[in-house]
């Protein structure tokens, strides 16, 4: 038995009178020594958050944000369609007749599609912009607008030949 | 002793054994603040003592490596980042060096240098959510706060630089997608300057301070043999006192031409491999990197951000195990490929994992407050342990 408690009181952990006040002086000015910071924050910093609704934040012009298709521009190559890795892009088209006059988008690709349906569901898409970079008429874009939260899911799935949709346009190109 | 204390001794147990209870379960999770995630922890204590805990996971699982083989190299990317929403650079820089080992494919020398800016980048931004929110789970609050003000100037650059501020898929397979502008190098070097300041104010505020080292010191001991057992990677095993760091052990992309420290715990404030030193190492990464970076603000030279690598991209036959060190250890790619344009299969070995089998190992004998802080110090994103 005594040969235990003399190996006992060798040990640190013992709590003696001296350790028990020095570790509340430690204790205390190390705490000190942090409110000092936390102090100085309270005058010497400024603030850093924005005020959302009243100040808007201007993204980047690169972020990835709503995705904005110019029908006018599209040429109906499925490209996109088949890089998105959620498959959240539809796309059909038919035949333009030869009779209708030709068409060219704004880089000089002739138009040989009629587009009938080209919709995203946004609520799918992961926004990584890989259906961007294959674009070959560069129709295809994100845009930096981040505020169209939907009541439900159904309306998160744009049908970009709806005139409403397309009325975007003057707002939303870069 | 005498035959009288022996009865009396007996009738003394012979009373505690009416008054025995059993151990009571508790779920932690899996909506817990705590458990960073959805991880669910079953914990049967004795009072405020555990007894054994068992993890359950699942909660995240959405079958990242089965959908990788319905999609093409390129598409793979995305899903890649949303294993390690914190650190998605450097899941993309390992599964892309993975890729293009397979390609045999020669990565432009100024790419090269963005990639590891961009990961190291990445591996600060990390740790400092770690600093932030370990914190938070010991009690602290306004460090969270300071952590994010410095975090935030990295997502930032990245979102300006990639466009997005967490999933980036920006380091592609042959490159990186955009180019850094001279002004985003600047800024690089401005937050590498910033964060220099604010790390001794960090320690200060928190590394000093005496509540905070009765909490993490001596608490939940992953030493060295613990850590081999179960193969424990990253700042977990460093923490343990082992260096071994794969950019410098097994070196990949540039690393070979820098020069950095591997930070090991040292046992300073207790046993060797506690939370104190998981949480040390990190702190001495953060500084590491920042040396990282400035090296690369000098390396970097002008030139093409990509290779030329084919539209439609097929891998030849065969099959790669690579392994980088991303912000929580060890990131191991198996691909394989039988030279279709999908993989064959793709199986990703995540330091997370590995890191929450521990915990069932060092759990036994903590208080449940205690239980919190070696959680929180693994550093764990539940979207990789679950994939």
Sequence with gaps: MSHDSVEWEETDDVLTIRKYFSNIFKGFFSCLKGLSITTRYIWAEKPVTIEYPEVKEILPERSRSRLFNDVDDCISCTQCALACPVDCIYIDSEKREETEPQLKTSNGMPIKLNLTQFSIDTALCCYCGLCTTVCPTECLTHTTDYEYSQFTLASMKYDYLDEDVKSWKSRLKK | MSHDNKTEQTVLVDELEGLKTDLLTLNMGPQHPATHGVLRIEIKTDSEIIASAKPYLGYLHRCMEKHSENLDYRGIIPFVDRMDYLAAMNQELGYCIAVEKMLNLEIPRRAEVIRVICAELGRIASHLMFFG???????????????????????????????????????????????????????????????????????????????????????????????????????????????????????????????????????????????????????????????????????????????????????????????????????????????????????????????????????????????????????????????
């Design chain 2, 133 to 387: 929110t370990y914190l938070i789970d010991l009690g602290a609050f306004t460090p969270f706060l300071y952590a994010f003000n410095e975090r935030e100037k990295i997502l930032r650059l990245f979102e300006e630089v990639s466009g997005a501020r967490l999933l980036y898929n920006y380091i592609w397979i042959g490159g990186v997608w955009n180019d850094f502008t001279s002004e985003h190098l600047t800024r690089v070097g401005e937050i590498c300057d910033a964060l220099h300041q604010q790390l001794s104010q960090y320690e200060n505020l928190v590394t000093g301070n005496q509540i905070f080292l009765g909490r993490v010191s001596n608490v939940a001991v992953m030493n060295e043999e613990l850590c081999y057992a179960y193969g424990a990677t990253g700042p977990v095993l460093r923490g343990a006192g082992v260096k071994w760091d794969l950019r410098k052990n097994r070196p990949y992309s540039i690393y070979p031409e820098l020069d950095f420290d591997i930070p090991v715990g040292k046992g300073e404030m207790g046993t060797l491999g506690d939370c104190y030193d998981r949480y040390y190492v990190r702190m001495m990464e953060m500084r590491e990197s920042i040396k990282i970076l400035r090296q690369c603000l000098d390396l970097i030279e002008e030139g093409p951000i990509m290779a030329k690598v084919p539209k439609v991209l097929k891998l030849p036959p065969g099959e790669i195990y690579h392994r980088t060190e991303a912000a929580r250890g060890e990131l191991g790619i198996h691909l394989i490929s039988e030279g279709e344009k999908k993989p064959y299969r793709l199986k990703i070995k995540s330091p997370c994992f590995t890191h929450v089998s521990m915990l069932p190992a060092v759990a036994k004998g903590l208080m449940i407050a205690d239980f919190v802080a070696a959680v929180g110090s693994i550093d764990i994103v539940l979207g990789e342990v679950d994939r």
